[in-house]
């Protein structure tokens, strides 16, 4: 398995962007896809974006395309995630999570990191 730490969450206005980052330990890096999800208060977690094993792939859900990129650096052990034009409703609890296959939904990653919260002011 792969241990996971996010960072860079903070409070934005809207309109502003920010760059999460994922650092994860472990010499398997390479394997594993990484996925950001996200979990707004009283709302289920959801899905973000993810990025393929050698960063070639990234695949975004539809409420972020054209709004967030991601990339990895498996040499650093790195995922950012880019997100532009920020709205108050995408404040949530960004996490970072693996899986050895391209995955879309929570069920389906094997590791979690414990978060960075995101707040956007309007």
């Known amino acids: 398995q792969v241990q996971l730490v996010e960072s860079g969450g903070g409070l934005v206005q809207a309109g502003e962007s920010l760059t999460l980052s994922c650092v994860a330990s472990g010499r398997t890096f390479s394997t594993y896809v990484i996925g950001w999800f996200r979990q707004a208060p009283g709302k289920e977690r959801e899905f973000v974006a993810g990025v393929d094993w050698s960063g070639i792939g990234p695949y975004y859900a539809d409420s972020m395309k054209g709004r967030c990129v991601i990339s990895r650096d498996n040499a650093k052990n790195t995922v950012w995630l880019q997100m532009n034009s920020l709205k108050p409703e995408d404040t949530a609890v960004y996490y970072c999570?693996?899986?050895?296959?391209?995955?879309?939904?929570?069920?389906?990653?094997?590791?979690w990191g414990k978060g960075t919260l995101v707040t956007v002011s309007s």
């Open positions: 999570a693996a899986s050895p296959i391209i995955a879309r939904t929570p069920q389906e990653m094997s590791s």
